[in-house]
């Protein structure tokens, strides 16, 4: 039996690198989000979200608009950031009117430099939806709970996937896009996920059924990992092996949140469900 290529095994060698990294990056995150709420710091998450956009904006660029990358990354970023400031002042309907118009903003840009208009239009749709998602998630009632839900079930899906998978082995899950990723990985995520969203239904103060919670988890596990396929088959079309090399150890940001950008939406449309009465 031959075995796989070396670039498509896991190095175990930056395992070390790869755990520092989230230990600075995990405690800032759910820093902005926990304290967001205090006096004065009202706006600390939305800076957070902003240097996110920006980064990101400069990775989508840099990816998808070899000529023109600094330009189309702009226009990203101001198209991204309009909507998660108007969903920031609670203007939802306005929100969701700032991506669409940037998304067609953005397109004219690239035109402009000789990039392709549907990638820089993708890319403020792609980027806009969970920012936009996430913002309104933690402005909502117990939105300081139901963000660290969103962090909690996507965390355990994907570190799941992957103790799981590399315990197993066994099928690959999609071979074409994402050699790494296995059947029991996709399983053993799912299973973390649903029992993590069971978790904080049962042990954190959110008002939610641990039946809900279960579901939501497994719900959002599966966007998590679709999340993190769709970002391979991404970066398969535009030749890239990473986003970027922003984060030791894991590439690029967007190497970082791609489950996460899925799961977002998942847990706000779980949010807004609850909201009108579903799951208490």
């Known amino acids: ?21 989230a230990v600075v990056l995990v405690p800032a995150v759910l820093g902005a989000v926990w304290f967001a709420d205090l006096p004065g710091l009202r706006w600390m998450f939305l800076v957070l979200v902003a240097v996110a956009v920006a980064l990101l904006a400069i990775e989508w660029g840099a990816m998808t608009a070899p000529y023109a990358p600094v330009r189309v990354s702009t226009a990203l970023t101001v198209a991204v950031l309009a909507g998660a400031f108007l969903a920031f002042q609670h203007h939802m309907v306005l929100a969701w009117a ?16 000789a990039e392709r208009p549907a990638n820089a239009a993708f890319g403020v749709i792609y980027l806009a939806i969970p920012v936009v998602c996430l913002v309104w998630l933690r402005g909502m009632p117990e939105g300081r709970q139901w963000t660290v839900l969103l962090f909690v079930v996507a965390w355990a899906a994907d570190i799941a996937a992957f103790a799981v998978g590399s ?26 996920a649903a029992g993590a969203g069971a978790a904080m239904a049962a042990f954190s103060a959110i008002v939610l059924s ?26 398969r079309r535009f030749g890239v092996k990473d986003s970027g090399d922003l984060i030791p150890g894991h590439g690029g940001l967007l190497d970082r949140v791609d489950g996460l950008m899925f799961a977002v939406v998942v847990l706000a449309l779980a949010r807004l469900i609850n909201h009108w009465g579903w799951a208490h």
Do not use: H, Y
């Not at 039996?1 to 990294?21: E, H, K, Q, Y």
């Not at 700032?98 to 430099?113: E, F, P, Y």
């Not at 899950?173 to 799912?190: A, H, I, Q, V």
């Not at 039946?211 to 970002?231: K, V």
């Open 167 to 192: 315990a197993l082995k066994g099928p690959k899950l999609w071979p074409r896009f994402s050699p790494n990723k296995t059947w029991s990985g996709f399983f053993g995520g799912l299973a973390a």
């Open 210 to 235: 641990v039946q809900a919670g279960a579901l939501i988890g497994l719900i959002a596990g599966l966007a998590t990992m679709a999340g993190d396929l769709w970002e391979s088959m991404l970066k």
């Open 98 to 113: 700032a991506v669409a118009l940037g998304a067609a903003a953005a397109a004219l840009v690239a035109r402009g430099v």
């Open 1 to 21: 039996m031959t075995s796989l290529p070396p670039a498509r095994r896991f190095d175990w060698s930056n395992l070390g690198v790869r755990v520092a990294s």
